[in-house]
């Protein structure tokens, strides 16, 4: 029997993915008659069916998620051996897939990339934008080589430095119970309800835990997608919201009539962390790339420190009240 290539691998598990042999052409760069052939060439190499055809969409037979899953298995198997290749010649290069959660992406990232491949001209580097869940799911199969996240989640499997510890604000519109400019006690939140992140950002976790520690969690009834609409969500007088300090100088500026507060005390926060697989053999030059992010992240947010630091002051934007 003729072993399938990695490539064909590839058409497998994006076809999984997104379901659609159009969409799983795109992902690949090739065109959606090569893709299907290729598919149904490996098909015919096992003697299996991989996938039920159900127009517009396919989808994985019980024998294809198990293909699918070794599939991925030994992709990442594959990559690690480039990865350990160019680590014992010395000379880290190849492509590396950095996976970032949604509420650190637009605030900790800009100029990032200029600054890798300065450390790292041989290495390409594609930034995936993805929630926790997902993010740690695709670093365990290969689908991203680095992933940088919030504090907790299950790192079974993964290692790497903790990077800053950042805390968060309270967010309030002018006039609102919580709108008060002066540092704020915890139980001043207890039974609050907030404007909150949508489920599946950790942000919401992240916020409620906040809550919580003063007292019940808060009645939430408005969520959003993303920080930005949070904020729009106060500015029209919704309701507070809680914020991770970096995302201020972007989303909070003068005119807004927003009160910004920070926590009396030892403040909460969370802790942003760079992680990659145990087995993974780019260890040493993965920590030279964590370095650089905290670097990164602490120059464009020179209120929050680095995790060994001492708490943080909130430096507020111009014209905003505290």
């Known amino acids: 029997m003729a072993l399938p290539t990695l490539r064909q691998l590839e058409y497998l598990i994006a076809l999984a993915e997104t379901g659609q042999f ?4 795109r992902q690949c760069a090739v065109s959606q008659p090569a893709l299907s052939k290729q598919v149904r060439e490996v098909e015919e190499q096992l003697g299996i069916a991989l996938f039920e055809r159900v127009r517009p969409r396919v989808l994985l037979t019980p024998a294809g998620e198990e293909i699918v899953r070794r599939a991925r298995r030994l992709l990442t198997e594959a990559h690690e ?4 290749a160019s680590t014992f010649a010395g000379t880290p290069r190849g492509t590396i897939r950095l996976g970032v959660i949604p509420t650190i992406a637009p605030y900790g990232l800009p100029g990032l990339l200029a600054r890798l491949r300065d450390l790292f001209p041989e290495v390409a580097f594609a930034i995936h934008e993805l929630q926790t869940p997902v993010l740690i ?3 365990r199969t290969g689908g991203v080589d680095l992933g940088l996240l919030a504090r907790p989640f299950d790192d079974t499997g993964l290692t790497g430095p903790d990077l800053v510890v950042e805390p968060f604000v309270l967010v309030a519109p002018e006039g609102h119970p919580l709108g008060v400019p002066r540092a704020m006690g915890r139980g001043e939140i ?3 309800s907030l404007i ?6 950790c942000l919401r976790d992240q916020a409620i835990d906040v809550c919580a520690l003063a007292g019940r969690p808060p009645p939430t009834s408005v969520t959003a997608a993303s920080v930005t609409t949070l904020v729009r969500m106060v500015e029209s007088g919704l309701g507070a919201t809680l914020l991770p300090a970096s995302a201020l100088s972007a989303e909070v500026r003068a005119g807004q009539g927003l009160v910004v507060r920070s926590f009396e005390g030892h403040q909460p926060g969370r802790t942003l962390t760079l992680q990659w697989r145990v087995t993974s053999p780019g260890a040493a030059w993965f920590r030279q790339i964590g370095d650089v992010l ?4 602490l120059a464009l947010n020179p209120a929050i420190p680095a ?6 002051l909130i430096h507020l934007p111009e014209g905003a009240r505290a």
Do not use: T
Request: proline letters at 7%; hydrophobic letters at 45%; a negative charge.
């Open 22 to 25: 159009v969409e799983a052409a």
């Open 81 to 84: 051996l480039v990865d350990a």
């Open 137 to 139: 799911e695709q670093l």
């Open 190 to 192: 207890e039974g609050a």
């Open 196 to 201: 909150l992140m949508a489920d599946g950002h």
């Open 294 to 297: 905290q670097a990164h992240y």
């Open 307 to 312: 995790v060994a630091g001492p708490r943080p």
